[in-house]
């Protein structure tokens, strides 16, 4: 069984810092690549980064240049460092393995002015 645990999130203010985690279990970790979205309120889910098997990245503009997303298939774990924070940036955030259809149950970020 799939299973995505996120963990991390919190209450921040804007320009502070957080660093999700992501421990995923029940398949072969290091043989896919992964992914973070996020959701706010009333919103629909977005991309937000990418990491390859190979530990290529991709970033959504939005977070460009502020996050940063990172693998230890050591850990079967898959982080996203979030740095200099925007209000904006508040929503619940999930972690996903790319071509499978499951979900963790999300870690709530909420950066507050």
């Known amino acids: 069984q799939v299973q995505l645990v996120e963990s991390g999130g919190g209450l921040v203010q804007a320009g502070g810092s957080l660093r999700l985690s992501c421990a995923a279990s029940?398949?072969?970790?290091?043989?896919?690549?992964m992914g973070w979205y996020r959701q706010a309120l009333g919103k629909q889910r977005e991309l937000v980064a990418t990491?390859?098997?190979?530990?290529?990245?991709n970033y959504a503009d939005y977070v460009k240049g502020r996050f940063t997303i990172s693998r230890d298939d050591a850990k079967n774990t898959v982080y996203l460092q979030m740095n200099s924070l925007k209000p904006e940036d508040t929503a619940v955030y999930y972690c996903?393995?790319?071509?499978?259809?499951?979900w963790g149950q999300g870690t709530q970020v909420t950066v507050s002015s």
């Open positions: 990491i390859s098997q190979l530990g290529s990245t």
């Open positions: 029940g398949t072969v970790f290091s043989i896919y690549a």
């Open positions: 996903k393995y790319l071509g499978r259809p499951e």
